[in-house]
C-alpha cells in the first residue's frame, strides 16, 4: 500500500494537533454536539453557507463565525481577507471536537478546518498552502513529483526508505534515521511541516519508495537531509485521516 490519504479532509501532524505556527490543539475532551446539518453537497463534500458574524485571526489561520439556515457554525482557513456581514460558503471539512485555541485562549465546541471558504462573488476560495490536504485526493503526498532514481547514500546507522517499509513491524515506535533527497516540502500546516523523502530504493509501484516526515525543520525540494524521528504506524487522526507510516517529530540535518 502506498502513502495514500483516504479523506474527506484536512488538515495535518504533529497533528497532536497543534494549530499552524501557532500551539493550537485539540483536546481530549468528551465530544461536542455535531454542527448543523449539511445544506448542499459538492465533489468534496457537504457545505454550508451563511453570513459571517464574527471573525479574527491567530497564527496561519482566520477563524470565522457563520450564521447558516440551521445554527451557527465556527470555521478556520488559511489567512484570508473577510468581514463581519459577508455571505460565505464552507465545505463542511475535518470538524475539530472541544479543539482548543491557545494563542485565543478559546475553546470551540466544533470547529471545521477547511481547505477554503469562498467569499460569495469570489471565482476561487482562499484555499490553504500548496500541497495542504485538498478536499479530496491525496495530501501531502509526493503524487506529481518526478521519483529519485539514482541512490543516495545512507546516514551512518541509518536505512534506506525501502528498508523502513519492509521492516515496518519491526521498526514501528523506535527511533529511525533515513537520509534522502526532498521532494516534497510543505511548511506551517497544523504546526508542522511536511516533508517527502526519496532516496533510489524501493518501488514507486507501491509506494516504498517515499517516506512522509513531519518536523520542525526546514528544507527546499532537491536538499540532501537526515532524517531523525519516531517512526509510527496506521496513524489515524479521524475523518478518513490516515497513514500507513509516518515519520513524526524529526529532527532535520541538512547536508
Known sequence: MNLRITMTLFLAASLCLVGACS????????EAQAGPSPESQSPGGATASGTVVETMDAGNYTYVRVET???EIWAAATRFEVAV???VVVPLEMPMQDFHSESLDRTFPVIYFTS???REGDATGSAMPQGHPPISGDTVSAHGTNPVTEMVQPAEN???????WAETAN???????????VVKFNGGILGTNWIHLQDGSGSEADGTHDLTVTTLGTASVGDIVTAKGVLVTDKDFGAGYAYEILLEEAELITD
Not at 23 to 30: D, R, V, W, Y
Not at 158 to 164: C, D, I, N, R
Not at 171 to 181: C, F, H, S, Y
Open 158 to 164: 541509518g536505512m534506506t526508505v525501502a528498508h523502513v
Open 171 to 181: 521498526l514501528a515506535g523506535t527511533k529511525i534515521t533515513v537520509r534522502g533527497k
Open 85 to 87: 456581514g459577508d455571505s
Open 116 to 118: 477554503l471558504i469562498l
Open 69 to 71: 439556515a440551521d445554527g
Open 23 to 30: 500551539g493550537e490543539h485539540q483536546s481530549s475532551e468528551p
